[in-house]
């Protein structure tokens, strides 16, 4: 017997676990995800050398894939990755995963890492990069956390390139672990007293009617949600500014929330100890949400 197989347990999701064995797509297959599987030489496992994207799965279709294929390359380009297949054909991949494990609300998971070689921080420019990809169901529109998510502030101890959506996630991990710790949702992390963003999502607040949210930076990532949500909001002429804000700030606002691609437009009614506006999802986070969702109906219905 391998001497590890008497420890091994089932699979550990403290997200809903996935009860039936999933198909997976990795370098070209679709495959049970038990034999979805990378080399310990790989670098994405040796170093975090690789980037990823998390599209929406609504009402059984991707939503806005484009869009994160589009920031996929850019990532590709920022670290010198070679795309490992077209747009096209992952595009392909990604609404027949969703198809294939019967996903109507939920997301697909892409990855690509620059390959497996002999561990060597320089990387070979002939290594061919690795890519895979899954499905998993989940919450998008009678989501109970739009009833209001809280919030921990803690420091923002990540590089200086936050707007590579890399997989080296090491601070982004200590960060949630600690807001998970703190009974809270997200993290609200934060440099020099500044909101920076979630730990995986953009944050805004609202005051005065106005909304703000921080200006696109290296210090941020580039939310696909996030320029949709802007959209949205020039639409129906909404007041909005892309300004950073403090931490003091976002405590005393009138309405705090948070955007991602799979938790569309969620209320923040709490920081912490402190109760934000009168602790209950306030009408500008309401309308966007709506709009948000309106706009996901429309485009993925078929
Ligand atoms: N910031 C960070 C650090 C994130 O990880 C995410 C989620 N990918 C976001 C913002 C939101 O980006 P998106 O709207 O594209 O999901």
């Known amino acids: 017997m391998h001497p590890g197989a008497s420890f091994r347990r089932g699979p550990c999701h403290v997200i809903s676990p996935v009860s039936v064995m999933r198909t997976c797509w990795i370098n070209g297959q679709f495959v049970p995800e038990s034999e979805a599987k990378l080399s310990i030489f790989d670098r994405g496992v040796l170093f975090g050398d690789g980037v990823y994207e998390v599209a929406a799965v609504f009402q059984g279709r991707l939503l806005d894939a484009d869009l994160h294929l589009a ?51 320089p990387f070979p420019t002939t290594v061919k990069p690795s890519v895979f990809a899954y499905a998993r169901p989940k919450k998008l529109s009678d989501d109970p956390n739009a009833a209001g998510v809280a919030v921990h502030v803690v420091p923002d101890l990540r590089w200086a390139r936050c707007d590579i959506k890399s997989t080296s996630m090491l601070a982004q991990v200590l960060a949630k672990q600690a807001a998970r710790a703190a009974g809270t949702f997200e993290a609200m992390m934060q440099e020099d007293g500044l909101v920076t963003e979630g730990g995986s999502s953009t944050l805004w607040i609202v005051k005065d009617g106005v909304t703000y949210t921080r200006p696109l930076s290296s210090d941020i990532l580039a939310g696909i949600t996030r320029d949709v949500a802007i959209a949205l909001a020039i639409d ?65 219905t078929v």
């Not at 920081?271 to 949400?289: E, K, S, Y």
């Open 71 to 121: 920031r996929l390359t850019r990532s590709l380009g920022e670290i010198g990755m070679p795309a490992p297949a077209s747009n096209d054909t992952l595009l392909e991949v990604m609404q027949s995963l969703a198809t294939t494990n019967g996903i109507d609300e939920g997301l697909v998971y892409l990855q690509v890492t620059r390959g497996e070689a002999e561990r060597d921080f």
């Open 236 to 300: 129906v002429s909404m007041p909005l500014v892309q300004r950073a804000f403090t931490v003091d700030q976002a405590v005393a606002a009138d309405e705090c929330f948070l955007t991602s691609a799979t938790s569309f437009v969620l209320p923040i009614t709490r920081i912490d100890d402190t109760v934000v506006g009168n602790g209950t999802p306030g009408p500008v986070t309401q309308r966007l949400r709506e709009a948000y969702l309106d706009r996901a109906r429309r485009l993925t």
